[in-house]
């Protein structure tokens, strides 16, 4: 999951193919994606893995790293 | 007393975390008519500087023109200073009727709705005209008024990369079952000056049956060979549904913006915008003046004409200099130093040798894109615009920035 989420975000989002990311990188604080943007990685999320997650749950804390995101899709 | 020394605290520490973190905004204090030289106060309490602008949206100096004035005065003297009242009730007069049909007429549409600001028409259109069963695709790097606009919005949003049209059409791909699609953009985006690839949108739009929203605030009576905006440029005039726009800016640069695009769009705003419903009507000042501004470029394109031979003249010098200059074709002319702290040095040395332009970086621009954004305005003169590319190569020299690429700027130790 952490592999897939990670290249959606490196295609969808990033405009430089050599920004280095992991699943630790602080994507919205770090300024990679505007939070605004994290409607794009609800609606893949739901396609991709079939979970809804509320939207309460993803915020720009809340979904900051990968790893973060893991964990709040495990959830459901 | 309600402001408690505890909420005291908690301001004063979100203000001192601004600070810390280098965000903290200090106004310069100018003492002068906005123009291509400016009485500059800075740090306040400092002795004044003359400065040349480069940071202006006076795009063709029409801000302090004379005619502009004298229209201003008029206006005054005819209608006095304001109207204390929304346009419903009795705020609406045949000034604002007047300006509605020659704005419809300038930029080519059907109907003009009139709006304090053009923020507020942002805020204002996607609430209105959109409800659930509506997606909005917008460019990553529209104006801060339009993600508002659309966070106020019932409609779904996604976005775009930036100008990427094969993800735009994904998009429009991805969401073709929705009842409504609206595509939505800058005309020209203000950090990088480039401008939309409105003709492809367009295209794109016909074929998805989605409507196109362009916010025209940094084209509007400049680009295009008679200053329409964008549209006229990538000659798409009449094909766009819904155009916002300043009067903030090139036109006279006081204040007022305007919703342009389909009668039936723009009278449903009329009925249910709430910024048109509970602000204010125009004041006559800005109303009356608007419509000699359209006067003055409907009687000659030879400010804008002026304003493109300079552009032109400011890009490639800096280029040839060896700057990173972001290309386009517009009056916002950005010189990329990646470096947060680079920028921020730069300015100062610019302001030390009279030139004033402002750094913009994160989070005003994504991480590792800071850069001096540079503003040519028709007011310029071909001196003042040497004038600031010495002071420009000086720095750079001083530095060593010259033809450095973006991994060595990003790592100078400053």
Not at chain 2, 186 to 197: K, L, N, Q, T
Request: charged fraction near 25%; include cysteine; hydrophobic fraction near 40%.
């Amino acid at each position: 999951m952490e592999a897939q989420l990670l290249e959606f975000i490196r295609d969808e989002f990033l405009d430089d193919p050599e920004t280095e990311i992991d699943a630790d990188t602080k994507l919205i604080s770090g300024g990679f994606i505007d939070s605004f943007s994290l409607v794009s990685l609800q609606s893949y999320i739901e396609r991709e893995f079939g979970k809804r997650i509320p939207a309460p749950r993803i915020t720009a804390e809340s979904f900051d790293t990968i790893k973060q995101m893991v964990q709040i899709i495990q959830q459901f | 007393m309600a402001f408690s020394e505890k909420l005291r605290a908690r301001y004063q520490d979100i203000l001192k975390q601004i600070l810390q973190s280098g965000l903290y905004k200090q106004e310069r204090i100018i003492h002068d008519k906005q123009g291509a030289k400016v009485a500059v106060e800075y740090p306040p309490g400092n002795a004044q500087q003359e400065l040349i602008n480069m940071c202006s949206n006076n795009y063709l100096g029409l801000s302090s023109h004379p005619e502009v004035i004298k229209a201003a005065h008029e206006a005054l003297d005819h209608r006095g200073y304001g109207l204390s009242s929304v346009r419903f009730i009795c705020g609406t007069q045949d000034i604002h009727k007047e300006l509605e049909a020659r704005l419809s007429a300038f930029l080519g549409t059907q109907d003009t709705i009139l709006f304090s600001s053009c923020f507020d028409a942002n805020a204002a259109v996607f609430e209105t005209l959109l409800d659930e069963s509506a997606i909005m695709i917008s460019d990553r790097l529209v104006h801060a008024s339009i993600i508002d606009g659309m966070r106020l919005s019932r409609a779904q949003h996604d976005s775009y990369k930036h100008s990427d049209m094969k993800h735009l059409r994904q998009k429009l791909e991805l969401h073709q079952d929705k009842d409504i699609k609206i595509i939505i953009t800058d005309g020209v985006f203000s950090m990088d000056g480039d401008i939309a690839h409105l003709a492809e949108i367009v295209q794109l739009a016909e074929e998805f049956e989605a409507l196109v929203f362009v916010d025209d605030s940094h084209a509007t009576g400049f680009i295009g060979k008679t200053g329409r905006g964008s549209h006229e440029l990538c000659q798409v005039m009449g094909k766009i549904d819904l155009i916002s726009t300043t009067f903030g800016k090139a036109l006279g640069g006081a204040s007022g913006g305007c919703i342009s695009g389909r009668t039936e769009l723009i009278d449903l705003l009329r009925q249910r915008a709430r910024p048109y419903l509970f602000s204010n009507a125009l004041a006559p000042a800005i109303t009356m003046t608007t419509c000699k501004v359209l006067d003055i470029l409907q009687a000659s394109t030879k400010a804008r004409d002026s304003l493109e031979r300079k552009a032109i003249w400011w890009r490639k010098a800096l280029s040839e200099a060896g700057f990173i200059v972001v290309p386009g074709a517009s009056p916002i002319v950005p010189v990329m130093l990646y470096n947060a702290k680079l920028t921020q040095i730069f300015a100062d040395e610019l302001y030390a040798r009279k030139v004033f332009a402002v750094g913009f970086f994160f989070p005003v621009v994504p991480q590792a894109q800071a850069r001096i954004r540079t503003q040519v305005s028709a007011a310029h003169t071909e001196e003042d615009l040497r004038v600031a590319r010495a002071a420009f190569i000086e720095i750079a020299q001083k530095y060593d920035l010259l033809g450095k690429t973006k991994a060595e700027l990003l790592n100078l130790q400053l």
